[in-house]
């Protein structure tokens, strides 16, 4: 890996995570989720395999690969879930603790025809991140679907 790569600022990643929301991401009540990164398959990645639950109901598992595009000079992430969609998304901007991503899902899934979609993870600390969703309709501006922070246990 390059020694100076954007990946390694967020190696802090890696480690076990816990993190809960209450009503979020269309769900009521209480989201609990937990997270483990890794530096899989190789230390040009950052892998993040998670499950969500809301009230103990398991809501969805999902992987995903964190990566670092030097063509592009951009952040990618590839995210796999178990509703059986994958969300493909690419840096569209970049702070000193955040990435912003555009999100283009495949399969589409029908209910969410029309809408588009952004993600961002922004590091609060080496111990805390806050991740999130963001959808407009056509035509509207973006508004928050979902916001998770994740507090490092390990």
Do not use: H
């Amino acid at each position: 890996m390059n020694p100076n790569s954007p990946l390694d600022e967020w190696r802090f990643l890696v480690g076990e995570w816990k993190s809960r929301a209450k009503d979020q991401f269309g769900e009521k009540g209480m989201i609990e989720g937990v997270a483990v990164f890794s530096m899989e398959p190789s230390e040009k990645f950052i892998m993040v395999s998670g499950e969500s639950r809301c009230e103990g109901r398991l809501l969805n598992k999902s992987i995903s690969l964190l990566f670092y595009d030097e063509a592009e000079q951009k952040f990618k992430r590839k995210s796999f879930y178990s509703y059986g969609f994958v969300n493909n998304e690419v840096e569209y901007a970049r702070g000193n603790n955040e990435i912003r991503f555009n999100i283009e899902m495949e399969p589409l899934p029908k209910q969410f025809e029309g809408i588009r979609w952004r993600s961002y993870i922004k590091k609060i600390s080496e111990k805390k991140v806050a991740m999130g969703l963001k959808m407009a309709k056509e035509g509207e501006e973006f508004r928050r679907y979902g916001e998770t922070v994740l507090v490092k246990t390990s």
